[in-house]
Structures are given as structure tokens and as C-alpha cells.
């Protein structure tokens, strides 16, 4: 019933740009704070961004200040985030989160429970 999917990673060359993908059916994503979690080979998963219910706040952790963007589109039940200046190091999976509390100043939580529901994620690969 409810499905989160994520789309758009791919295979990048080191300072390259990707804009990810999060859509959803069975839920509005318009109700909900949305995220983006990495999760590196061998890595735990780790919060990326996060947007507001009304996309009027987000939140980046600090590896990603000034090259990521998260947006959200609420006519096509959309979020996005846009990856510039790509490193190696952000290689990994990529999964959208809608979550049940809103996104604050202590986002990410250290507790991934609080989770409503995850995508299956997207592969992005930043190689030379």
C-alpha cells in the first residue's frame, strides 16, 4: 500500500552533479518531513538532509553544506535532492525516509526508528 521509491543515482565522475528522485504512493509526502539517508559500503546509514512538511525549512549536515539541495515539489508529491560537487566519499546508497516528526536543528536522529516508512534506495557511484 505504501511505497517510497527513489530514482536518478548513477555512476559520476568526482565534482559531477546528480538530482535524486523520491516519490510516493499511498501517502502524500506534502504531510510529512522527507529525508535522504547515505549509507556507505560496510557503513551504518546516516541523515543527509531533511525538508519541512511545507518545504519552507531544511536541514543539511554539515558534509553536505554548500553542494546538496534538497527541494520538494508539492504539485507532483515529489522531493529531490540535488548532489553537486560530488566526492568518492558520498558514493553509497541513497534512501528517501518520510518521517513522523518534524525536521528540527537536532536533525539527524541517532534512532532511524522513528522512520515512517523507507524507500529501497538508489545507487550513486562518484569514480574517476
Known amino acids: 500500500q505504501l511505497q517510497v521509491v527513489e530514482s536518478g543515482g548513477g555512476l559520476v565522475q568526482p565534482g559531477g552533479s546528480l538530482r535524486l528522485s523520491c516519490t510516493a504512493s499511498g501517502l502524500s509526502l506534502n504531510y510529512y518531513a522527507t529525508a535522504w539517508f547515505h549509507q556507505a559500503p560496510g557503513k551504518e546509514r546516516e541523515g543527509v538532509s531533511c525538508i ?14 554548500g553542494r546538496f539541495t534538497i527541494s520538494r515539489d508539492v504539485a507532483n508529491n515529489a522531493v529531490y535532492l540535488q548532489m553537486d560537487s560530488l566526492k568518492p566519499e558520498d558514493t553509497g546508497l541513497y534512501y528517501c525516509a518520510v518521517e513522523e516528526a518534524p525536521c528540527a536543528g537536532t536533525w539527524p536522529p ?19
Open 52 to 65: 519541512s512538511a511545507a518545504g519552507k525549512a531544511t536541514v543539511y549536515v554539515d558534509s553536505v553544506k
Open 110 to 128: 541517532r534512532d532511524l526508528g522513528s522512520v515512517r516508512q523507507w524507500g529501497q534506495g538508489t545507487l550513486v557511484t562518484v569514480s574517476s
